[in-house]
């Protein structure tokens, strides 16, 4: 996402289009560009959602990015002592704005004392005095139970929005959450919801703009977290990217995992800008395996990220040595980074906004590779698991716009027979999936490799041993011994070749998704 999108830049353009930026990154990517310029806006939440961060947020930025002037008045709320000692731990917060840019005041005692003819004597004289340019009042609610009536209040409100106009001014009313249909929602030229609520034992704070005159919105929920550095906003990634570029590299070339067989299978590699799906148990070798290529591409010079969820860098590179991998000699010169995502609670639309971000600093170094281990990570963020066929889907079709050629794992179960994908949406979206089995035969344990799908290309769908030792990944010629490995059983033959005993194979789960979203490549065809 670009500046202009994440709200941290585009001021002069803004300007020109009658618009206040916030300045909040993604907010006014959701606005379209932000506040319109001396329009009224009621924004409302719960105690704890935000409100007041949100608001003094965008006073200091409104100051910071055009130089503004901002009034905030506040009606039986906390002090503005409490206030400031509050906002002084985020980073925003400029304790030199006051008085002189950013002025505290407040309309309790008037509007108790002389009512709304009053309060509104004192807002018009206030802003003209500061020269503001934003202006917000903080406890609508309580200067609603001064009213006579709802009319009284209605033209309150009203007198208030002409009044703000007239002055060129920028007003933001906040309040508790009201119902939609509030008179003040009906007069407003916006309303922004703010919410936090409990989704299982994950406390979830979102965003929600439920209006907004004369402009096109992201509608829906948004993820939003407070930081040190105050709000954050994290739009739906499959409506950040719900228009994917039709553009694509002319030329596609080949990106091998440097494993000959393992090559030859894919015709060479996989196509570039693709994505792939490595599925497996714990321990069939998806990691090592995705660190295979991502080093193929660094020996070519081709930029490699490697975005992961369990294990640390220290403990990522060591694996990968003791199997002679070279990652560590890639990563000490640059050629490919290791993110590692602690194991915490994340957003999901916050990862894919970290991961787009980084690819994009990278964006001039072409064919670039990204091992993304593993697609789980993405889902255990999820607070909403209805979402994950339309956020893969997003986030894998910006990846192809950026030419970023792409593996994810998924991890199978490890003691079941039927191959049931957790995230039965990546077959659907991935252009090419990749199988490994754990096979047992004659008390032996065997690691088995193939190709279950691979679209707009030809390949081997023969079986292939895997094997991981200390002098490498080798991938065998065809195991003729495991004919049944999509049903996870081994045939166990005599001395001569002849079926001893054979155990009954089950439908494989996973083989019937790949039937519906492609083909199974049986006799080495083409895949769709």
Known sequence: MSERESGMGGTEDAVRKGRVQSGIPRLDFILKGGLKQAGTYALMGPPGSGKTILANQLCCNHIQMSGGRCVYMTLLIESHAKMVAHLSALSFFKPEYIPERLYYIS??????????????????????ERQATFFVMDGMESAEQFATSPQAYREFVHSLQALASMLGCTTLLISNVRDRSHVENALVDGIIELSDQLIGPRAVRELT?????GSDYLRGRHEVEITDDGMVIHPRTEIQFSKPPETAREQRIRMGFGLPRLDEMLAGGLPSGSTTALVGAPGTGKTLLGLCFLVEGARRGQHGTYFGFYEPPPRLIEKAEDVGIPLERYVKEGRIELIWQPPLEHFMDSLAEQLLERLRVEEQKERQRLFVDGAEGFRAAAVYADRIPRFLSALTNQLRSLDVTTLITDELELFKTELELPTPELANVVETVVLLRYVELRSQIYRLLSIMKMRESRYDTSLREFRISRDGIDVAESFASAEAILSGHGRIRDGNGKGARKKKAEPGVLKKVLKRTGRTGRGGGRGR
């Not at 703009?209 to 005159?213: E, I, P």
């Open 209 to 213: 703009v439920l209006k907004f005159r």
């Open 107 to 128: 309309g309790y005692q008037v509007v108790r004392d002389e009512g709304f003819g009053g309060l509104l004597e004192l807002i018009r004289r206030t802003l003209r």
